[in-house]
Structure formats: C-alpha cells, structure tokens
C-alpha cells in the first residue's frame, strides 16, 4: 500500500456536469501534486501544495480548480471540460518539496471519461 | 526545451535479464528516479540515483552517467509480474520533476 488514496477510481461525466476528485495521503506528508497521464505521454504535473499553499500551476485551465484543506487531502474540482480532458489524474505526496531526492508517492489515480 | 527519451515498449522472456534506457536533456539535473507502474496501478518507486555508477537493489539495479545524460534501468530473472511500465524522471535545477513517457515492458513465458 502506497498510502495514498483516490476516489473515485472511475468516473464518466458529460461536458456539462461538476464533480469532484479526492486524494487522502496516510504518510504524514507536507507537500501534495495533481498529474494528468495520458496514453503514452509523460506526466503532465497540474498543481503542487506545500504546507496547504499552492506553490505550482503549470498554465491549467481554469475548468480545473484544486482545493487543499489540509495537509492529509487534496481535491480537484471539475466543471465543463472537454472530451480531450479524458485521462488519468494520479494524486502523489511527498514529504516536502524543493528537495531533489524526496521520493513522491502516488495514489492509484482516478480514470475520468468525459463524453 | 527539456526532453526525457525512453523506448516505448519492449518484449523480453521469463527469466532473462532486460535493459530499459533513459536518456535526458534537461536544465540542471539533481537526480533521476525510476517508477514501475502496473496498468490501472500507481508508480511505485523503483530507485533514485544521483551520482555516477550502478546501484543495485535485488533483482533490479540502475545506473547514471551524468556525462552522457544516460541512465538504465536492469531487471535480472525476469518474473510475469515484472509486466508492467517503467517511467524515467529527472529531477531539473527547479527541483521540479521531469518525466519520461514511459517504456511498456511485456513478459512472454
């Protein structure tokens, strides 16, 4: 076990619909990411939270909004995507960031279709 | 630009050993890390290396030469559950993780 959770593990929406992904990380972990990974395409890193803070929005449409109440939980909020939105969003902790060697740990990631 | 290169998919048999390579042109390097990942699974972490030379853990053992901006992952007495995706990330002068697209690794008994 990883320690990382994500739910749902599946999700179809329409373009019209709002719904939102959750991870939770077990690890006692200050720094959380959102990654989008599609089909033979590297990781695409979305938004990183340091101590609740976001520290990193690598230019992500605004249909995508993170929210990180806590250290331990990390949300993605949906709203009107696009069909080419379809992939696999993985959620990692790690222990802090701005530390090359600090090993991110991922949860098993949400399969979202969007129609 | 910054660019992680990994063969896409490869095919080895059941008890063999197999080679999967990286090769990285980034900005600033301070590390590189190697993630398995089962289809429908999360990466899991494999090994980091930041200095030259091989590192070996069990079966699996990966090396560095920052010179050539090269890495390999090894995988010695192939298993069926070594099936799976093994991703290249370079940590860059950012500290931000620069990610491969991943190489395919099929296991044919």
């Known amino acids: 076990e990883t320690g990382v959770t994500q739910t749902p593990r599946h999700l179809v929406m329409g373009m019209t619909n709002k719904k939102s992904l959750k991870c939770e990380q077990h690890?006692?972990?200050?720094?959380m990411y959102w990654y989008k990974q599609s089909a033979k395409k590297p990781l695409e890193l979305m938004f990183v939270?340091?101590?609740?803070?976001?520290?990193e929005n690598n230019s992500v449409p605004s249909r995508f909004s993170p929210e990180c109440p806590n250290s331990s939980h990390l949300f993605l909020h949906l709203h009107t995507l696009q069909p080419e939105d379809s992939a696999l969003y993985l959620c990692?902790?790690?222990?802090?960031?701005?530390?090359?060697?600090?090993?991110?740990?991922f949860g098993p990631g949400t399969r979202l279709t969007v129609l | 630009g910054q660019n992680i290169d990994q063969p896409t998919e490869m095919t080895a048999t059941e008890g063999a050993i197999v080679q999967i390579n990286c090769t990285y042109q980034t900005s600033g390097f301070n590390g590189l890390f190697w993630y398995q990942q089962h289809a429908g699974e999360a990466p899991t972490f494999l090994s980091y290396?930041?200095l030259d030379g091989l590192e070996e853990k069990g079966r699996f053992s990966s090396f560095l030469s920052r010179s050539k901006g090269y890495s390999y992952l090894l995988l010695k007495e192939l298993q069926m559950k070594d099936s799976a995706s093994y991703l290249c990330a370079v940590v860059d002068s950012n500290y931000q993780l620069i990610w491969g697209a991943g190489t395919k690794l099929i296991i044919k008994p």
């Open positions: 290396n930041v």
């Open positions: 939270y340091s101590l609740e803070e976001r520290v």
């Open positions: 990692a902790s790690s222990r802090a960031t701005g530390s090359p060697a600090d090993t991110q740990y």
């Open positions: 690890l006692g972990h200050n720094a």
